[in-house]
């Protein structure tokens, strides 16, 4: 029997993996897709403490990893299907496996959220992406499009831009909500043109993306915008469907935590992005993973002795 079994291997799991074996647990960590999580798929990363440069995203992830794995940290790439929470030992289910455990870490994470278009599952990886950073090299000298106005839509429409003949950003508002700094990147750049109070209202083309419909909400005023590459950055949901009916949750699907990362089931904790906290960022799913596991330790120790 393992002492902590963490799911996901975003920065709040390979930081609790860290704290882990640095700590003697005996520990696993599965991992559905690759290591950073999020954190893989980003640009670039500017406030992270401690990088005093930008770090990109695949890079910072690489360091993460290896710095759970010179501890030790046994990684598992696998998808975790079922979590069995009742009982003293809990059980973690894969594909083909059952492992028990003394204690769970869910650190599964966040995903981003569709508009819900037509086409747009259809037309996913055939001119729909939900990551610039992952596609936006296939769109040198194309159009683009990028939905969106927080922070991550501004990084993106700023990323393809570089490849991009032009870069649309459409915002349903009349102002970005993402970071000053962001904004005035974007404003400038001559090749990303700004529509505002503007939402997609179809997406177009026969075998991909061709171009969309967007509809002005003052206005009322439809236009056809024709091109290759339609990005989505409105925004994330969690990664909870393991914890569903077995995990308290918000109505939107986060895990409810303490600060003490403890869930409604004793010997369960949460970290990162799946839990309900006021900022889903790097810095703090460090913070939880570094919590989950001090934790879970302190549970170990009164429970099992
Ligand atoms: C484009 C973009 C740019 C960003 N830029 C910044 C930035 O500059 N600075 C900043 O501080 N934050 C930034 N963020 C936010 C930051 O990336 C997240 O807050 C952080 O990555 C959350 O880490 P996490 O470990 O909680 O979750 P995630 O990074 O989402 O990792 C969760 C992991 O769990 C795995 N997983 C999920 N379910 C299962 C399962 N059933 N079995 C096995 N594995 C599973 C997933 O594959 C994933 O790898 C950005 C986010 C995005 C999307």
Request: glycine share 12%.
């Amino acid at each position: 029997m393992k002492d902590i079994i963490i799911i996901g291997g975003g920065i709040a799991g390979l930081t609790a993996g860290m704290y882990a074996k640095r700590a003697g647990m005996d520990t696993i960590l599965f991992e559905r897709m690759f290591p950073g999580g999020q954190a893989a798929t980003t640009y670039s990363i500017e406030n992270y403490p401690g990088f005093v440069e930008p770090i990109s995203g695949p890079d910072f992830s690489m360091k993460l990893e290896e710095h759970a794995r010179k501890f030790g940290l046994e990684i598992l790439y696998d998808d975790v299907n079922e979590i069995i929470v009742d009982g003293d030992v809990k059980k973690v289910v894969t594909d083909g496996q059952v492992y028990e455990t003394r204690t769970i870490i869910l650190a599964t994470g966040a995903s981003p959220k569709e508009l819900g278009l037509n086409k747009e599952d259809l037309f996913r990886g055939r001119g729909v992406s939900y990551c610039a950073t992952c596609d936006g090299t296939f769109y040198k000298d194309r159009v683009t499009a990028v939905v969106g106005g927080g922070d991550t839509a501004l990084e993106d429409a700023y990323f393809l831009a570089q490849y991009a003949s032009k870069v649309y950003l459409i915002h349903r508002r009349d102002q970005f909500r993402g970071l000053k700094i962001l904004q005035d990147r974007v404003l400038k750049h001559e090749k990303i043109e700004v529509l505002w109070d503007t939402v997609v209202e179809s997406i177009l083309g026969e075998e991909q993306v061709e171009g969309i419909e967007v509809r002005n909400v003052k206005t009322g005023q439809t236009t056809r915008l024709d091109l290759d590459g339609f990005f989505v950055a409105i925004g994330i949901k969690p990664n909870s469907e393991l914890a569903k009916g077995k995990l308290d949750m918000t109505p939107d699907g986060f895990i409810i935590g303490d600060e003490s990362m403890n869930t409604s089931v004793p010997g369960v904790f949460v970290a990162g992005d799946v839990r309900y906290k006021p900022v889903w960022q790097l810095v703090t799913a460090a913070s939880d993973g570094a919590i989950a596991t001090l934790s879970a330790q302190r549970y170990i120790m009164e429970n099992f002795g």
